[in-house]
């Protein structure tokens, strides 16, 4: 076999016309960077789910390979370390693909049948909310919408994506359930002889909405009865990248000084971030 699928170079930080390193974890927390076909997981193993991933996509050469459904734990770390199918048995959990399956399927068949492969790995899944809705279709969208509106630089995006990993977070079979994600798409133009990183920045989120009942009751009937802790229908939000930095503590520096998105009035500090928050409900409300 080509070594190359055997020891795959994952995520190329010179993949764009400019330098971009994968998100940086706050220092100190322990990290495995797992390295895929075009992608890269940085898995947190305490919580056994991705802190972040960065996947290219070429949007010129991707291939259309069969789906599959071959969902595998990665062989390279511990079980312990991975939320694995005995989160999603049993229940109306679904796998989400954080790296989605058709991103890293490009290049040559053999090349691309792997990538595709390796994007069903649980280290690159977490738990979502099963009932599809329109925002959930937007959400799995983005990066189509970008592809399109990035055409310069060879029709290339790299894309970074995890979940929000919060403290709070309901616990449900030994798994901290995340109640929000992530996402950062990045593209390159030309203008004027010179090359600028252009970044959008985005939040799902997924905490249920329950005005009038007490939501640690519900999580406690939910443990009872061993059932997922309740998730709310998806809401997808464009948001300053830097909102995503307090969020995660990530280091998304670059990312940020890149982002197109400039709310306007200017918000004070000590707002609620949402204040500052386009909620999207199809992709016309996208600002890139």
Do not use: C
Request: net charge negative.
């Amino acid at each position: 076999m080509n070594a190359a699928l055997l020891y795959p170079a994952g995520y190329n930080a010179d993949f764009l016309q400019l330098p971009l390193p994968l998100p940086a974890p706050p220092a100190g927390i322990l990290i495995r960077e797992l390295l895929y076909t075009h992608f890269t997981v940085l898995l947190d193993p305490a919580r056994r789910l991705a802190i972040a991933t960065g996947v290219n996509i070429d949007g010129d050469h991707l291939v259309t390979v069969d789906r599959g459904d071959s969902w595998h734990l990665d062989s390279r770390i511990p079980l312990y370390e991975q939320a694995g199918e005995g989160v999603y048995a049993r229940n109306d959990l679904d796998r989400g693909h954080l790296v989605r399956r058709l991103d890293p399927v490009w290049g040559d068949t053999t090349t691309a049948r792997r990538a595709n492969y390796d994007t069903f790995a649980y280290t690159n899944a977490a738990p979502q909310a099963g009932a599809f809705n329109q925002s959930k279709q937007l959400w799995l969208g983005l990066e189509d919408h970008v592809l399109t509106y990035a055409r310069t630089n060879g029709n290339r995006i790299s894309v970074f994506t995890a979940p929000v990993l919060s403290a709070q977070d309901p616990i449900y079979r030994g798994v901290k359930i995340p109640q929000a994600f992530w996402k950062i798409a990045a593209w390159t133009t030309n203008t004027k002889g010179s090359t600028v990183l252009h970044a959008a920045g985005f939040v799902l989120d997924q905490s249920p909405q329950l005005d009038d009942i007490d939501l640690d009751t519900v999580r406690a009937h939910a443990l009872m009865y061993g059932t997922p802790p309740p998730l709310g229908p998806y809401r997808t939000y464009q948001v300053p990248i830097v909102d995503i930095i307090d969020l995660t503590g990530l280091n998304l520096t670059a990312l940020s000084e890149a982002d197109v998105y400039a709310p306007a009035p200017a918000i004070r500090e000590d707002t609620d971030h949402r204040t500052r928050w386009t909620e999207l409900t199809d992709t016309a409300g996208i600002h890139l």
